[in-house]
């Protein structure tokens, strides 16, 4: 483990006063309705299904707030602090898409610029439209041999910088989805010597901190902020995520104003106890988790290059395209003769093999700890199946490239108060969007509202779209119809 164990992370203070409570059993009379499980319909869990519902409990006596915490919640979040080394860590009961939100909110007011790579979580844009902030686009590196983004080169950050030295806050992934890191720590030296915060979307690297063999991450590097969704690998429940504080140059009030904002003022206890006790079980056994996910991930990538026809990600791309480190905990997979949809398709259809995500080259599986042998051993006997039976080639007609350059007409916010109007999609060429088209997964934008739909950004979501691909953003994802705004 990276960080020496402290043994005051046995404890699990929100675990324990849940259990504790329900030991107790008062009487119930507030939120949430169901009283200690009694009222969840039959039809959906039975009796013995039900158990940890009981635990569904609300601002009671002894359980306190997480929007004023001084009790059970404060002590588990300083507990997590400490885990990561961060100054003050706040649980996100909406996901990283909240945490993302209030990073900006507070730090960016409106008008104020935000230097940000294009391929970002929409969640950024989210936080971009609720603070008025001025987005100023930089590219991350194109990695054309793999059909994929790299990391966001020093160099980039620096003439960006240097153009737009008013920049408040640079905002980052890292990792990006399929594990690549950027030197965050040469980039955090820039930030600070031109008076910017970073910020950091580590939505995927929550497990970096508790193995050598992993990249670093943000904290450790020296981002001001970042958020982690606990839920994609480290354990804890779907929506449960964390914001932490790594330096002193951020306000923390801003922060927690920010939070309320974005934050439910109906915090689920399940989602904010599986945060506690996945912390407790990073803390106590994070090193085993991350050396048996990395064995598994080994052994598949193994596997594969044993498989005719079927391919991983090269390793040899470390230290070139803005990438410093590799999650070896993601398996990158390519197949020969068919795209990644394709691939991902056959995988679940004919193998019930079900992976995160599919680009037009490759497909993603994500290891963890919780997967088994077995899992391996089935997940290549699929992919040894589907090489020897190649089905008519369906995939791309190109290569993908990068996204195109964007011309910003509109900040998103003048953007999203702006009157739209509904246009045939083929009608929509040269206009104003009025709408976000991501293509989902990943959900990567390739116009953000007030955009301006040139004929190259145009043809490259028509692409998309004859691909079959499933668009976030459009009110009709279909892309039949779109809004434009009319300047
Ligand atoms: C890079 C990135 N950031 C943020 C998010 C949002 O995280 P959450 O699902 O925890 O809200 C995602 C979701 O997939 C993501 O991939």
Redesign the pocket.
């Known amino acids: 483990m990276k960080k020496e164990y402290n043994r005051k992370q046995d404890r699990t203070p929100l675990v324990d006063a849940l259990k504790q409570y329900q030991e107790d059993r008062p009487a119930y009379f507030c939120i949430p309705g169901h009283r200690f499980e009694r009222g969840v319909s039959r039809r959906w869990l039975s009796e013995e299904e039900c158990g940890f519902l009981r635990y569904d409990l609300t601002e009671a006596t002894g359980l306190d707030d997480l929007h004023q915490p001084s009790g059970v919640i404060l002590e588990s979040q300083e507990l997590m602090a400490d885990l990561y080394g961060a100054k003050k860590s706040y649980f996100?009961i909406?996901?990283?898409?909240?945490?993302?939100e209030a990073m900006i909110l507070a730090v960016l007011r409106e008008g104020e610029k935000i230097l940000l790579p294009r391929n970002?979580?929409k969640?950024?844009l989210e936080g971009i439209i609720l603070s008025g902030a001025k987005p100023v686009y930089m590219m991350p590196e194109w990695i054309g041999e793999e059909g994929i983004y790299g990391g966001v080169l020093q160099q980039t950050v620096e003439e960006k910088l240097m153009e737009h030295p008013d920049c408040k806050a640079v905002f980052l992934?890292s990792p990006?989805?399929y594990g690549l890191t950027s030197n965050l720590k040469q980039i955090a030296d820039i930030c600070h010597e031109n008076g910017t915060l970073l910020l950091v979307?580590e939505?995927?690297g929550g497990h970096l901190y508790f193995s050598d063999k992993l990249p670093d991450g943000a904290l450790t590097q020296g981002a001001d902020m970042c958020?982690q969704?606990f839920?994609?690998v480290t354990g804890a429940l779907t929506?449960s995520?964390v914001l932490h504080i790594g330096t002193g140059r951020v306000d923390e009030r801003r922060v927690e104003r920010a939070l309320k904002l974005v934050q439910s003022t109906s915090p689920s206890y399940l989602l904010m106890a599986s945060l506690d006790a996945a912390r407790y079980e990073l803390a106590s056994q994070g090193e085993d988790m991350m050396e048996k996910s990395l064995a598994l991930s080994d052994e598949l990538k193994e596997g594969i290059r044993q498989i005719p026809g079927m391919f991983c990600m090269n390793n040899g791309i470390t230290g070139k395209y803005g990438v410093q480190g590799i999650d070896g905990t993601r398996v990158v997979i390519r197949c020969g003769h068919s795209s990644g949809y394709e691939l991902k398709r056959r995988l679940m259809e004919e193998h019930r093999i079900e992976l995160e995500l599919a680009d037009e080259k490759n497909v993603l599986a994500i290891i963890t700890h919780a997967n088994t042998r077995e899992d391996i051993r089935r997940f290549l006997a699929a992919l040894t199946d589907i090489a020897e039976q190649p089905l008519e080639y369906t995939g791309r007609e190109t290569d993908p490239t990068g996204l195109p350059e964007t011309e910003m007409v509109l900040t998103p916010r003048e953007a999203y108060f702006s009157v739209v109007r509904e246009v045939p999609w083929e009608m929509a060429r040269g206009k104003i969007a009025g709408e976000l088209i991501a293509p989902y997964?990943?959900?990567i934008p390739l116009v953000y509202p007030g955009e301006r739909l040139s004929d190259e950004i145009w043809n490259a979501v028509e692409m998309y779209r004859r691909w079959g691909c499933h668009f976030h953003g459009p009110s009709d994802d279909s892309l039949s119809m779109f809004e434009i705004i009319e300047k």
Do not use: M
Not at 94 to 100: E, F, I, K, L
């Open positions: 996100l909406n996901g990283s898409t909240c945490g993302n970002v979580h969640s950024v992934v990006n989805y979307d939505a995927h958020v969704s839920h994609k929506q995520s997964p990943p959900g």
